[in-house]
């Protein structure tokens, strides 16, 4: 044990040296976007909480209004305290998968522990050997494990990159049983968009299957919240649908949209829902309750859109380098040393804003994350990019 303990201590100062070094951190929240720590408050651009539900107290008020002695055991219960397949199902679960189901008609929904819960276990259960996933390369580290866990053969090809995608496609298809093209819709480092048309025309041409992880657009893009799938009119093209209640949804979990037979596979032979306790159903209750509002916040949507939109120009006028056209907006500084610094320096400026560093972006590509939600008004905004600016070249 004590060889071990010293190799991942120097491991750890190897990291250090290297200023990639992690830790966490306590935050309180607040009402809106903001978050307090150690006494002082700050806008929050760290977080996923896209609509700004996180931080609706009138929301959270209302929902816990339906607690009552005769409902707490089935809806507010704080623990499923089996798997889904022991006793850890309920009413409240097939109500939620129903819902879904009924939102993104035709189809089913399987509800998972987390979106990556759900990455693993999909593309570890349908991939065989035999088969091929072509995956954009910037995809989730959650669908990268999912990749690894299958035993189909893996080629990454350069982010969104269709010629080259059809390339490999052409040489590639007739040689594996079945081929899966594998991308996020939207990415959440660069906060740019897959081309969901093409690739729907792509899956259609060589007989492949199209798993789209909506993490970051479910909720937040789509004229009723669906994700990127459904404002590019591809949301019946998609074949494995995936999103995540942790983000917009303010919530627990995640889910995959797919066929009935797809569902009922997933369940004989996902381990990531077999082996694992079940949601809570006070979590499933907060979806429920959540849904059809989330359905109707379009005024929401484009709020943020129209922040997004703003905060990118002026950033660019200030001579910094953005990238993406959603509410992810990065801003790019390189060195990985000199991204804390900028950040440290925004958050005494009252900005909580986090450095992304390697491995989470690739070397040399290190950035502020700034994530705009419905809860942030343009003047929060408008002092940021020159503050940016400013740091970026104190810390040059």
């Known amino acids: 044990m004590n060889d071990l303990v010293e190799r991942l201590a120097d491991r750890l100062e190897d990291i250090r040296q290297s200023g990639l070094e992690?830790?966490?951190?306590?935050?309180?929240?607040?009402?809106?976007?903001?978050?307090?720590?150690?006494?002082?408050?700050?806008?929050?651009?760290?977080?996923?909480?896209?609509?700004?539900?996180?931080?609706?107290?009138?929301?959270?008020?209302?929902?816990?209004?339906?607690?009552?002695?005769?409902?707490?055991?089935?809806?507010?219960?704080?623990?499923?305290?089996?798997?889904?397949?022991?006793?850890?199902?309920r009413s409240i679960n097939r109500q939620l998968e129903e819902e879904l189901a009924r939102l993104y008609s035709p189809a089913t929904a399987l509800v998972f522990n987390s979106g990556y819960h759900a990455n693993i276990g999909i593309l570890a259960a349908l991939a065989q050997k035999g088969d091929l996933i072509l995956a954009d390369k910037l995809c989730h580290a959650s669908l990268i494990d999912g990749m690894r866990l299958s035993r189909a053969k893996v080629i990454r090809y350069p982010h969104l990159d269709y010629g080259r995608l059809n390339t490999l496609l052409a040489a590639e298809r007739e040689k594996y049983g079945q081929v899966f093209i594998v991308t996020e819709s939207i990415f959440s480092?660069?906060?740019?968009?897959?081309?969901?048309?093409?690739?729907?025309?792509?899956?259609?041409?060589?007989?492949?299957?199209?798993?789209?992880?909506?993490?970051?657009?479910?909720?937040?893009?789509?004229?009723?919240?669906?994700?990127?799938?459904?404002?590019?009119?591809?949301?019946?093209?998609?074949?494995?649908?995936?999103?995540?209640?942790?983000?917009?949804?303010?919530?627990?979990?995640?889910?995959?949209?797919?066929s009935g037979v797809v569902r009922n596979y997933l369940i004989n032979t996902a381990r990531s829902l077999i082996f694992t306790t079940g949601l809570p159903p006070v979590s499933l209750a907060w979806l429920l309750f959540i849904l059809p509002k989330i359905a109707a916040m379009d005024k929401e949507r484009q709020h943020v859109r129209g922040l997004a939109d703003n905060l990118r120009q002026i950033l660019m006028q200030h001579g910094l380098e953005t990238r993406g056209n959603s509410n992810i907006v990065p801003v790019l500084i390189g060195d990985a040393d000199r991204a804390v610094q900028v950040a440290e320096d925004l958050r005494k400026q009252?900005?909580?804003?986090?450095?992304?560093?390697?491995?989470?972006?690739?070397?040399?590509?290190?950035?502020?994350?700034?994530?705009?939600?419905?809860?942030?008004?343009?003047?929060?905004?408008?002092?940021?990019?020159?503050?940016?600016?400013?740091?970026?070249?104190?810390?040059?």
């Open 189 to 258: 480092m660069d906060g740019d968009q897959a081309d969901l048309v093409r690739l729907a025309r792509l899956k259609e041409k060589y007989r492949a299957i199209l798993y789209v992880d909506e993490a970051h657009a479910v909720g937040i893009r789509g004229t009723m919240g669906l994700g990127l799938a459904e404002e590019h009119g591809v949301r019946f093209r998609v074949d494995l649908l995936v999103g995540t209640f942790g983000k917009a949804w303010a919530g627990q979990g995640a889910f995959v949209i797919c």
């Open 350 to 396: 009252g900005y909580w804003v986090t450095a992304m560093r390697p491995p989470t972006v690739p070397a040399g590509t290190s950035r502020l994350r700034l994530s705009l939600t419905a809860a942030m008004r343009k003047e929060d905004l408008a002092p940021l990019p020159k503050l940016i600016a400013e740091a970026m070249e104190k810390n040059r």
């Open 22 to 89: 992690r830790r966490l951190v306590e935050l309180c929240p607040l009402a809106g976007s903001r978050v307090a720590y150690r006494g002082r408050e700050y806008l929050n651009l760290a977080s996923n909480d896209y609509l700004g539900l996180a931080g609706n107290r009138q929301l959270a008020a209302a929902f816990y209004r339906q607690l009552d002695p005769d409902n707490l055991p089935a809806r507010f219960a704080p623990g499923a305290t089996a798997s889904r397949l022991m006793t850890g199902n």
